[in-house]
Every structure is written in structure tokens, then in C-alpha cells.
């Protein structure tokens, strides 16, 4: 029996990479490496191919969840980790048992309105949500499916 589809949130600076970015790249598709954090590096490996997920801008003005993207490719090891010249070497990953792992993603939709990190804690559906934890800095998290349909429904008012 297959897995069911998990849903996930993953954060990224618009100013370095943003949900149009994500929209206009080949085929609407990109990696998502880069991540040198070992919990959001184990969350990266859970993912399956169809899960769902959050884009949400941080660092922004608002910070908020802008669309929706698909996992199109499990984790692999991510390359940057061994290019001396890339910001996200790792001198300490051996190729022979990578450290950092990558996963693919492909657009799926922006929201034509962004739902603010104020306008979530609004929410008290929304509580638990790793996201409004005091002290959450995880660049990718998981979303329960509550969490996840009640910001569809937010996203669709």
C-alpha cells in the first residue's frame, strides 16, 4: 500500500529565489538545494513524489504563503555540497556518504492574494501549526492535512 500524500512547507527569500521564479523555470520546476539543516535535511527525505507544499516568502514584507508546489523528485544528494566554489560546500561531506540532500519541486499555483504570517496567527484552526511555533526557523516543515485545507480555504476567500 502506497503512502499518502504528506503536505509540507518550504520557505525561501523572494529576493533570492521566489514562487515566480519557481513558475518561470524549466518546465515550472526546480531543485531545492541548499538546505544545511538536519531536521528540514530528514524532512526533505520523507517527501514523496506528489506530496504538496507551501511556498511561503520569508524575509519579506509580509512574510506570507504565496502558492502551491509538487515534489516531482525524491531526495538525492545535493551537488552544491561538494563544489568548492558554491556558498554551500561542505568540506565535511564525503561524496561517498553525502550529508545534504535535494528534492525537486514544479509550481502548481500562486494565490492571487498572500496569506500574511500575521493573517495565520488569526487563525485559530491554525495553532499548532509548525510555522507560528515561537522560535520555528525551519526552512522546510511538515503541514498536517488539517492545516493544510484550512489555508486552501483561506487562500480561496
Not at 519579506?60 to 544528494?77: D, K, M, W
Not at 507560528?132 to 492545516?147: A, C, F, I, M, N
Request: with cysteine.
Amino acid at each position: 500500500m502506497a503512502p499518502s500524500r504528506r503536505y509540507w512547507l518550504m520557505k525561501s527569500e523572494p529576493s533570492v529565489f521566489s514562487i515566480d521564479d519557481l513558475a518561470r523555470g524549466p518546465n515550472r520546476s526546480t531543485c531545492w538545494d541548499g538546505v544545511r539543516n538536519y531536521q528540514a535535511r530528514n524532512f526533505m527525505r520523507a517527501m514523496q513524489e506528489g506530496d504538496q507544499v507551501l511556498f511561503y516568502h520569508s524575509n519579506a514584507t509580509p512574510p506570507a504563503i504565496v502558492g502551491i508546489a509538487e515534489v516531482i523528485n525524491t531526495a538525492y544528494p545535493d551537488p552544491t555540497q561538494f563544489e568548492r566554489s558554491n556558498q554551500h560546500f561542505d568540506p565535511k561531506s564525503d561524496p561517498q556518504n553525502p550529508r545534504w540532500d535535494l528534492v525537486e519541486i514544479r509550481h502548481v499555483r500562486t494565490f492571487a492574494s498572500p496569506l500574511s504570517l500575521t493573517r495565520l496567527r488569526e487563525e485559530s484552526a491554525l495553532d499548532g501549526m509548525v510555522l507560528l511555533q515561537k522560535g520555528s526557523r525551519l526552512s522546510v516543515q511538515p503541514v498536517t492535512e488539517k492545516e493544510w485545507r484550512h489555508i486552501l480555504k483561506l487562500a480561496s476567500e
